[in-house]
């Protein structure tokens, strides 16, 4: 699939979102490798500790059905009814989050650019000298 159509996949689930705290809205979407894709949106809280991030959603979203292996994640967001931000990029949980089931010298976060325009980032360059799971079994 086409970087710049999952990108559009996260726009679209953008519009999911339960943003009323921060009033930033977010959506992702997960390539899986068998070409599933699954997406998320970020869902706040009264209570804000329990926000969830729109790339956890999807990505948990997709390990509860089954999926294990995955290929990219692309991300959407930007303040309520605005144009996607170019500067959102998954936040340091989520990134940790991506570590534990997406081989990070393999995996693509695939952001809005500056006009809207995908920009991929590996995500070992995203989260370098990282605590992973190969590290405890
Ligand atoms: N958020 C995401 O969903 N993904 C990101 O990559 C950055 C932040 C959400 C969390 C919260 O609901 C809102 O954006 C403001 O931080």
């Given at each position: 699939?086409?970087?710049?159509?999952?990108?559009?996949m996260?726009?679209?689930?953008?519009?999911?979102?339960?943003?009323?705290?921060?009033?930033?809205?977010?959506g992702?979407?997960?390539?899986?490798?068998?070409?599933?894709?699954?997406?998320g949106?970020?869902?706040?809280?009264a209570?804000?500790?329990?926000?969830?991030?729109?790339?956890?959603?999807?990505?948990?979203k997709?390990?509860?059905?089954?999926?294990?292996?995955?290929?990219?994640?692309?991300?959407?967001?930007?303040k309520?009814?605005?144009?996607?931000?170019?500067?959102?990029?998954?936040?340091?949980?989520c990134?940790?989050?991506?570590?534990?089931?997406?081989?990070?010298?393999?995996?693509?976060?695939?952001?809005?650019?500056?006009?809207g325009?995908?920009?991929?980032?590996?995500?070992d360059?995203?989260?370098?000298?990282?605590?992973?799971?190969?590290?405890?079994?």
């Amino acid at each position: 699939m086409e970087y710049s159509a999952l990108l559009k996949m996260a726009a679209l689930a953008r519009g999911a979102s339960y943003a009323p705290y921060s009033h930033f809205t977010v959506g992702a979407a997960l390539l899986c490798t068998d070409g599933s894709v699954y997406t998320g949106a970020n869902i706040e809280n009264a209570a804000l500790t329990p926000t969830v991030c729109a790339e956890r959603v999807a990505i948990f979203k997709a390990v509860s059905e089954g999926k294990r292996s995955f290929k990219a994640i692309a991300v959407s967001g930007g303040k309520d009814r605005e144009a996607p931000d170019a500067a959102v990029s998954p936040c340091g949980v989520c990134r940790q989050v991506m570590l534990e089931f997406c081989d990070v010298g393999n995996f693509d976060v695939i952001v809005a650019g500056a006009t809207g325009e995908p920009t991929t980032y590996r995500l070992d360059t995203l989260i370098p000298l990282a605590f992973g799971p190969e590290k405890l079994v």
